[in-house]
Structures are given as C-alpha cells and as structure tokens.
C-alpha cells in the first residue's frame, strides 16, 4: 500500500513539473486547421450514440462510418471503472462542424474561429472553454447564449441529471426565477445566460444549454484536475468573451477575476479605491449610495434588487456613484470605444453614461427595456 501511495504520488509530480495537460473527457474544441483530428475521449456511464453533423455515427470494426461511408479511424468503445470510454478520430476536421455524443459536443473549428450561427443554434464562442479543470475550487462561472427567433424558442439548461432553467418565450416556466435571468441581445435575436454553479459533493460536472433536442452546447468541469485542455491556448488568443451587438462583434478580453463585494444596508455609504482592471460586484438595497472611485480600464458590474434605479457616471480613473431610487426600464448612453453589458433584475432602471476607455458590463433579464 505504502509503495502505491509513494507511485500515485510521484505520478502526480511528474505531471505536474512537466506540464501534462489534464485529461479530456467531455466537451472541447478541435482548432487544427488540417488534416484529421486528434483523439477524442469521452467518458459516460453508458453507451451512448454518436452524432456527427446532426448523421448517426456507427462504429464497426474500429471505424466510424456515416451512411455507410467511413468519417474515422480508429473509433472505439472501452469498459472503464466509471462506465464506458468512447474514443473517436475524425479523418477529416474541415469537413465537418461539430461531434455530438450524449451531454458532450466537440465543435471542429479551425483557429477556434467558429461560423456564423443561424437561427436555433447555439453561440459556443460565449461558453469558451468548454472543458474546466477547476480542482482548488469551489464554483464556476459560466455563460451559454443562442441565437433565436424572438416570437418563439424553447431553451432548456441542465446539468447531467436535471433540468435547472426551463423558458419558452421569455417566461421562465421552470427554475429558480433570480436565477434563471436571461438577456436578450442584438435586437432580440440573441439569448445569453450567465450563472455562478457549486461544487457540491461530485467530482464531475457538465451543465447543457439546449435550444433544439440536437441542437446544445456544454461545459464540462473537472473539480479533481488542474491545468488547461490543449484548445485553452489557442482559443483564448481569439476571443474569451463574445458580444455580439447589432451590425457587428465586440470582443472583449476580461480583466483578471478579482472581485470586491460591497453589501450595503439601509441609508449606508460606503467608498471602495479599486486597483486597475479589477472586477467589482456590488449589491445594494433600495434607498442606499455606493461610491467606488476605479482605476482606469475598470470593469464595473453591479447587481440591482426589483424596483430600483442605479444612475452611474464615469469618468476616466476618477469616481462612479450609483443612486438609488424607484423606477423601471434602463436607458444606456455611451461614448465611442465603449462596451455596455449589464445584469438586472426584471422591473429595475439603469442610466449608464460612459466615457471614452471604459467598460461597463450589464445584463438584463426578461422585462427589462433598455435603450442602445
């Protein structure tokens, strides 16, 4: 037993001083330009089928085939302690878009540049990375969005078990209502989603953003491994974070995860001095005032109650005060340079002026009018 231990231990050492990258067995992206993909690995407690471009993949004799036409070799499924591993090479990664198999979805995208979605399908370029190995830590912050027809969708978000978020239409009909907010973007066409998930007592986790029954994308999470999935470096070149506004992209590479809480109460003040590029999250009850003076290139989000007006003004380096006070829609100004992305309860008002060189990140729930 002391040998074993000694083994696992210099196992782990080894991986650690020279970098191995973590193993991979659930969602990921395929960035290579050419040629066919590596091997893919995923792990299920059983067999599960395999979609390739929305066609039925059948593996015989150690090869994928598609209508009876060979897509990949070797293709294979193991026995393992937890279920079943199934590994799949696609011989050709232009050809095709994206691997399904269960809660798992590979996108083949070379240079992590994605095409242009159409109506019902998902965004992956919001939800990067698609596999999180996050041992240390005890939440996860993730984003899923997609594009849709505003007279009529269906999402579902779910974890391997459950669903979590159910709406249709821009009514929740299932799920805790502070929790399953929604933003609607790009003149109502878009849909983005943004929640704060726990490790609780799993090892594993993978959480499913589901627009159409073939049509989903995931983020799996790892709470036992370290380290990047080999598509991290890549696609963190290209962008980290999408937003996509009306005639074209804003891309937005955010600031390190440094966060300040400030919870006020009834008729308090208080000032916080923020470092540069640090993120800020403030929650404020009704009839309070915050002043935050930031650095330059300040990424200020703020969490309002129902029913509240937050007015914030910036100038570069100096202050933000925010006012609160009864009232409902949210009107954002803001100078050239500037993005505006929010998070709001349904019913509260916020006036955002920005000025040049600042950031200003938002997003609104159903029920929120916000003028552009």
């Known amino acids: 037993r002391a040998i074993m231990l000694c083994v696992l231990f210099l196992l782990s050492l080894f991986r650690a001083t020279c970098g191995v990258a973590p193993l991979s067995w659930g969602s990921s992206v395929v960035t290579a330009t050419h040629g066919p993909s590596p091997i893919l690995h995923f792990e299920t407690q059983h067999k599960e089928n395999v979609w390739l471009d929305g066609e039925r993949v059948k593996i015989i004799n150690d090869a994928c085939y598609v ?3 060979e897509v990949g070799r070797p293709c294979y499924i193991t026995k393992i302690s937890t279920g079943v591993a199934t590994k799949i090479k696609i011989s050709s990664v232009t050809k095709h878009k994206a691997l399904m198999l269960h809660e798992y979805c590979t996108f083949f995208a070379p240079h992590c540049v994605f095409p242009k979605p159409t109506v019902g399908e998902c965004i992956p370029e919001a939800s990067l990375p698609l596999s999180r190995f996050m041992k240390g830590f005890n939440e996860v912050n993730l984003t899923f969005a997609a594009l849709i027809d ?15 978020c159910e709406w249709k239409n821009t009514n929740i009909v299932y799920g805790n209502r502070s929790f399953c907010q929604l933003t609607l973007q790009n003149n109502k066409t878009e849909v983005w989603f943004n929640g704060q998930f726990y490790k609780e007592n799993k090892m594993r986790n993978t959480y499913i953003f589901r627009n159409e029954i073939y049509n989903f994308i995931s983020i799996s999470v790892d709470w036992m491994q370290t380290g990047n999935a080999p598509e991290d ?13 009306q005639g074209g992209k804003k891309e937005i590479m955010p ?4 966060k300040t809480s400030t919870l006020l109460t009834q008729g308090g003040k208080k000032e916080t001095m923020l470092s540069s590029r640090v993120t800020t999250d403030t929650m404020l009850t009704k009839g309070e005032t915050t ?4 650095s330059p290139g300040v990424t200020t989000e703020t969490l309002l109650t129902q029913g509240e007006k937050s007015e914030i003004m910036h100038s570069p380096g100096g202050k933000t005060e925010t006012i609160l006070s009864p009232g409902v829609t949210a009107d954002t100004m803001f100078t050239q340079g500037e993005t505006s992305e929010t998070t709001h309860s349904p019913g509260v008002k916020t006036d955002t002026m920005l000025t040049q060189g600042e950031t200003s990140e938002t997003t609104h729930s159903p029920g929120v009018k916000t003028d552009t």
């Open 67 to 69: 209508k009876e036409v």
């Open 150 to 164: 505003p007279r009529s969708y269906h999402l579902l978000l779910e974890d391997s078990t459950d669903i979590i």
């Open 233 to 245: 470096e890549i696609c963190s070149r290209v962008k980290t974070a999408t937003l996509l506004t």
């Open 255 to 258: 600031p390190p995860i440094i």
């Open 291 to 294: 002043e935050t003076m930031p």
